[in-house]
């Protein structure tokens, strides 16, 4: 089953409890599916007007059916009471103590995460509604002593790896909710009301990464002709050469460009402007998904010893080319932010950019970025 619903990486202490009891409700819900099926073929097939042609007014002498409909009941009030609750009571009611946990408070609004830290001193400073500004969207009042050390961000949520974390979660307009998938966490999030929860994450982002891994090929060349080829064509290609103004030798395009319709409206917009000619353009078909969003999940060198992409670099169309001279046909990559944040209500007409960066790093790495982003508080 587990397979068969392709579940994600599951990166949380509890995520495997969820993940199984997901898989129970299935089998679960197969079951009564298959049952309540056939009980419905039974009964067409059985009082079928061919064989029934007259109704019978006294219906059913036998209890049979009671039985099933007691046995479904029953079922249900096992799987509820024996499974769900002591799971979801697990959840809402074995809190971590606030001094073990990592706190932080994160506060939806359309379309953005805002992340606030109490900040060295443990304490969440003042916040009040009327200091709320494009600037401050927390509405934090700085001049309070509890706030003077507060880090805030928007859409950064970090996390150390093996910690409680409590998350205080809250939304300034609308219903929002905080889904992070591979931690199997997901809570609305509701305008004047505040809910905690909480998870400990067991794998870091890197990790996640690492285990995420996706390979893609480069596939066929052509050579294209700007003046009788429909560029729109060959979205899913880069060029392999720059393409050259022939009248004053400029470069319209330069190579390692993905073909966007931008290239054609560039290249008219040229002709229409000094008659330029052009050069014919050697494009490789390059998935999209390759280059958007990812990192190399390996270090890819060119033949003579100097390094394309370092693992861990943000791959791009312009490292296209580099790997084409270099025979480099087959990238695997990473996905450059595995761990976001998403918002699993539709929230308004920018829902869909409604993604924070979570990342999951060691205890050092945690307290680091924590004392880079303190190195910018005012004094
Ligand atoms: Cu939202």
Request: proline letters at 4%.
């Amino acid at each position: 089953m587990f397979d068969f619903l392709s579940f994600p990486v599951v990166a949380s202490a509890h995520g495997p409890e969820i993940d199984s009891m997901t898989s129970m409700m299935h089998w679960a819900m197969l079951i009564l599916f298959v049952g309540w099926g056939s009980f419905f073929l039974f009964t067409i097939t059985r009082f079928r007007s061919s064989k029934n042609p007259k109704a019978d007014y006294m219906g059913l002498r036998s209890h049979a059916s009671n039985f099933v409909e007691g046995a479904v009941a029953v079922f249900e009030v096992v799987v509820l009471v024996g499974l769900a609750f002591p799971l979801w009571a697990k959840r809402v009611n074995a809190f971590p103590s606030e001094k073990e946990a990592v706190i932080v408070r994160v506060v939806g609004e359309q379309f953005n995460w805002n992340v606030h830290y109490s900040g060295g001193d443990g304490v969440f400073g003042r916040t009040d509604i009327s200091l709320v500004s494009a600037e401050n969207p927390l509405g934090l009042d700085r001049s309070d002593a509890n706030a003077k050390d507060d880090i805030t961000t928007i859409n950064q949520l970090h996390l150390p790896v093996n910690k409680p974390v409590i998350v205080r979660l809250s939304s300034k307009d609308v219903i929002h909710s905080f889904s992070l998938p591979f931690f199997r966490v997901k809570q609305d999030a509701i305008p004047g009301d505040i809910f905690p929860v909480w998870f400990v994450p067991t794998k870091t982002t890197a990790e996640i990464r690492e285990a995420l891994r996706y390979t893609y090929k480069l596939g066929k060349t052509v050579e294209v002709d700007f003046k009788s080829d429909d560029f729109l064509d060959y979205l899913d290609y880069v060029t392999l050469n720059d393409i050259v103004n022939e009248k004053d030798g400029s470069v319209v395009i330069s190579k390692g460009t993905r073909v966007l319709p931008y290239i054609k409206e560039q290249l008219s917009q040229a002709v229409t402007e000094s008659g330029a000619e052009f050069n014919k353009v050697k494009l490789v078909e390059t998935p999209i998904a390759m280059t958007f969003e990812k990192v190399a999940a390996e270090t890819y060198s060119a033949k003579d010893g100097s390094v394309i992409a370092n693992k861990g670099d943000l791959l791009s169309d312009a490292l296209v080319p580099m790997f084409f001279e270099n025979g480099i046909t087959e990238v695997v990559v990473g996905l450059a932010t595995p761990t976001e944040i998403a918002c699993a209500q539709l929230c308004g007409l920018g829902h869909y950019r409604m993604r924070g960066t979570m990342i999951v790093e060691t205890q050092e790495e945690f307290d680091a970025w924590l004392k880079s982003e303190a190195s910018y508080l005012q004094p």
